[in-house]
């Protein structure tokens, strides 16, 4: 069965740090892998996927990932962070074939002070 | 443009009513999917839905209940609410189930 696991629950980091949220998942089969952000009372959107290919996924604002298959890893990062990337990150995986259904992570709270 | 909204967004009930929570989607999206969000746990998956008619129970299902009978609704009922299920409710769908979702802006439960 598959799990994801989001390796701290918050990151407090400076603005124009660079920062690195952990996500470590298990399966037995290939996955796709997700992350989404939520801004302080709002839905999730999606930040960026892995679904094939190049393991290094770029996404929006300036978010890029690392897919690592010998260690089951997505971790998520930024070269300078900024004020407004103060929010919640999560991760998740769909396994393909045969899963059902997304799971997602706990969580990690990113804090960035000024 | 396409969107997928909630309904309300703020609700307070009492302990043993009943409670439905309205989702609609623009998208034209097969499936549809209904979470909790609740401090420290992240995201559970309440039930999911991949098609009109279609119903599945998720890992936190218990007093919960949906239907859909068209592509862009799946209303989420309490059957009778109790305190525990005073949550956030986030309302999601995608056009596969293995690919992003999208979600809605999200309902406050409070249950007195």
């Known amino acids: 069965a598959q799990s994801v696991t989001q390796l701290d629950s918050q990151v407090p980091v400076f603005e124009e740090a660079p920062v690195e949220l952990r996500c470590n998942y298990s399966s037995s089969v290939s996955v796709y892998l997700f992350w989404y952000v939520q801004y302080p009372n709002q839905g999730l959107q999606l930040l960026l996927k892995?679904?094939?290919?190049?393991?290094l996924v770029k996404g929006i604002n300036g978010f890029e990932a690392e897919f690592n298959k010998s260690q089951t890893s997505f971790h998520l990062r930024k070269p300078s962070v900024h004020i407004s990337d103060t929010a919640e990150y999560f991760c998740?995986?769909?396994?393909?074939?045969?899963?059902?259904?997304?799971?997602f992570g706990a969580g990690t709270r990113l804090f960035v002070k000024a | 443009d396409a969107e997928i909204t909630q309904s309300p967004r703020h609700k307070i009930t009492e302990t043993g009513r009943q409670v439905t929570l309205a989702c609609h989607q623009t998208w034209n999206h097969n499936n549809m999917f209904w979470y909790r969000q609740d401090l420290g746990h992240g995201l559970r998956l309440i039930h999911y839905?991949?098609?009109?008619?279609?119903?599945n129970k998720g890992e936190v299902s218990d007093g919960y209940s949906v239907s859909r009978s068209n592509t862009e609704d799946l209303p989420l009922t309490l059957e009778s609410a109790a305190s525990s299920q005073t949550s956030v409710y986030f309302c999601a769908s995608s056009v596969s189930r293995f690919y992003e979702q999208f979600f809605g802006p999200g309902t406050r439960l409070t249950v007195l």
């Open positions: 839905s991949y098609g009109v008619q279609d119903t």
């Open positions: 892995y679904l094939s290919g190049s393991t």
């Open positions: 998740a995986v769909s396994e393909t074939p045969g899963g059902f259904k997304t799971i």
